[in-house]
T-cell receptor, first 116, second 116 residues
Framework: GAVVSQHPSRVICKSGTSVKIECRSL??????MFWYRQFPKQSLMLMAT?????????EQGVEKDKFLINHASLTLSTLTVTSAHPEDSSFYICSAGTSGRFGEQFFGPGTRLTVL | AQSVTQPDIHITVSEGASLELRCNYSYGATPYLFWYVQSPGQGLQLLLKYFSGDTLVQGIKGFEAEFKRSQSSFNLRKPSVHWSDAAEYFCAVVIISSGSARQLTFGSGTQLTVLP
């Protein structure tokens, strides 16, 4: 149980295009989803927290107009990187959390974005 | 704010040897503590977690961790390392709270290399 999927697993795009990454909780309802960014050989940096049906809360320094997050249902959240540039190339990981007693998070397998 | 420190950036051990990865946290109250493992290009897999109760926690793949409040530590151990354990290991902490999922704060990670 508690499986989180991400799609696509890998994407290569040209500079200036937009890319959408989907995060799905497959066997549970996720009241909260988190989006992280990870640079090579570094730790995960939280980008934003989203609750179903409400606007995402972005961490300081994260451009909300560049990284659009939609949490339309209890099983799906999307991250859209708008007008992507090479500096946006990174590994993006989502996690889904529940409102259970301990509020655990379950992580997706990640999406490797390369912007040419 | 809570923080997590993993003092060792890189550890190398021989296969069959014992392993200990250090993790120290900074938080006034009792935290929830986690250890995750990440293989290259993959998402995070939960090894074990501590919420309360017995301070020695058993996890998957033969890992265990001990919560020591007096030392603000949550070190990960394994008595005999296998070559497949080579990966990046992250310690993480979250504030105890009821209700919705809470943010995780990650350590910087420890890269484990296993020699044959």
């Amino acid at each position: 149980g508690a499986v989180v999927s991400q799609h696509p697993s890998r994407v290569i795009c040209k500079s200036g295009t937009s890319v959408k990454i989907e995060c799905r909780s497959l066997d549970f309802q996720a009241t909260t989803m988190f989006w992280y960014r990870q640079f090579p050989k570094q730790s995960l940096m939280l980008m934003a927290t989203s609750n179903e049906g409400s606007k995402a809360t972005y961490e300081q320094g994260v451009e909300k107009d560049k990284f659009l997050i939609n949490h339309a249902s209890l099983t799906l959240s999307t991250l859209t990187v708008t007008s992507a540039h090479p500096e946006d190339s990174s590994f993006y990981i989502c996690s889904a959390g529940t409102s259970g007693r301990f509020g655990e998070q379950f992580f997706g397998p990640g999406t490797r974005l390369t912007v040419l | 704010a809570q923080s997590v420190t993993q003092p060792d950036i890189h550890i190398t051990v021989s296969e069959g040897a014992s392993l200990e990865l250090r993790c120290n946290y900074s938080y006034g109250a009792t935290p929830y503590l986690f250890w995750y493992v990440q293989s290259p290009g993959q998402g995070l897999q939960l090894l074990l977690k501590y919420f309360s109760g017995d301070t020695l926690v058993q996890g998957i793949k033969g890992f265990e961790a001990e919560f020591k409040r007096s030392q603000s530590s949550f070190n990960l151990r394994k008595p005999s390392v296998h070559w497949s354990d080579a990966a990046e290991y992250f310690c993480a902490v979250v504030i105890i709270s009821s209700g919705s999922a809470r943010q995780l704060t990650f350590g910087s990670g420890t890269q484990l290399t296993v020699l044959p």
